[in-house]
């Protein structure tokens, strides 16, 4: 190939289009930086796709395409115990599309997942420095990359309408604050990246841009503040749609031994939050126990026990996995109750399998705030 000109990083998936109608369906590649190295390449813009793909005929399918456009793969993982992801789109009579999930495959988990990229927004607070410990452990365990963010806010802090070097003094602030968590850590190769506007915000594009698909927060505020201003953290989970952990004190990592507490409260818990669950169960090593908290659950104790069952076949009998559902009342709240478990089980963190309409607003926010171990909300 000559001189490379542009480089596409991310998923390569396939997108499997359902008509509503009369359920046929049809198969097609697709993901977008997939899609535009491949149209680059038919404009004859010399380009290149780092991704990973499953060990599969899909896997094997992009290979052959990547080839015929001459595409430069150098850099493409083959994933021997995964599976190329499959995106269910069901389109409706008028052909207007709306995403169902994945697909469930044999495999224990999707190519793709193993890219996975952490975020931590960094400030002089010393109330986040239990989640830059955290994060810092959760890229040394899942070996993955991590980076870590400054945003400097100049309406927040005043400097909007205040002079060039005032504003820049801002700058300099985040770049040193960076720098200096940068060369403390020695064991983590630490990407810094220095951004000015709100803070969701910016947390937000970081995420479209594909640059981490996990943020690790802490409290930004003091809880006296959060009565007044609100919970920052509560506002960056709600501008985006990211994987998180929300890490208030010291704890340790999930692992053997502990089980993590996945907690919901909704009808039911679709097959894509199973697989989320099973696929955290593997990366930790750790124990699963579901809590369901009321009544309202389609099939009962049954269906919860047919979803426990399903779990510990697919992880297989390293893994134990248990279940409970608990009646909410007007003495004991999703959040007094989730705490009490906590205590007796002896888990580290609470999964919030935060899709479709398993885990309530009121759930969501009690536990985000309140709970006595670090949260995992995974979408």
Known sequence: MS???????????????INKSDSNFRNYLGGAPANVVCALRKLEVPAAFIGCLGDDEYGREFIRLFQQ???????????????????????????????????????????????????????????????????????????????????SNPSKTGTMTASAETSKGFATLGK??????????????????????????????????????????????????????????????????????????????????????V???????????????????????????FLHLGTEIFGGAEAIDTAVSELRTHLGGDFHVTSTIIPLSLFRTRRTITNSVLRQEGARIVILPDVEDAVSDILFHQLVLSASVPVCVLR
């Open 3 to 17: 001189k490379l000109q542009v480089i596409c990083i991310g998923e390569a998936l396939i997108d499997k289009i």
């Open 69 to 151: 456009l001459n595409i430069n793969i150098d850099f493409l993982q083959i994933a021997k115990q995964a599976s190329t992801r499959i995106v269910k789109v069901m389109r409706d009579e008028s052909g207007d599309r709306s995403f169902s999930g994945f697909e469930v495959t044999k495999s224990s988990s999707f190519a793709d997942e193993m890219l996975d990229k952490l975020l931590l927004p960094i400030d002089p607070s010393k109330r986040l420095r239990p989640a830059r410990d955290y994060a810092i452990a959760l890229a040394k365990r899942l070996d993955v990359p991590l980076s870590a963010i400054f945003v």
């Open 176 to 261: 040193r604050q960076l720098d200096r968590f940068v060369e403390d850590i020695t064991d983590v190769k630490i990407t810094p990246i220095l951004k000015t506007g709100k803070r969701r915000k910016v947390l937000a594009q970081m995420v479209r841009e594909d640059v981490a698909d996990t943020l690790i927060l802490g409290p930004f505020r003091s809880m006296i503040t959060r009565i007044f201003t609100g919970s920052e953290v509560e506002r960056i989970l709600d501008s985006e749609s990211s994987h998180a952990f929300v890490i208030r004190e010291d704890h340790p990592l999930p692992g053997p031994g502990s089980p993590a507490l």
């Open 263 to 289: 907690v919901f409260d909704g009808p039911e818990l679709p097959k894509h939050g199973l697989k989320m669950v099973e696929d955290f169960a593997r990366k930790f090593g750790c124990d699963i126990e």
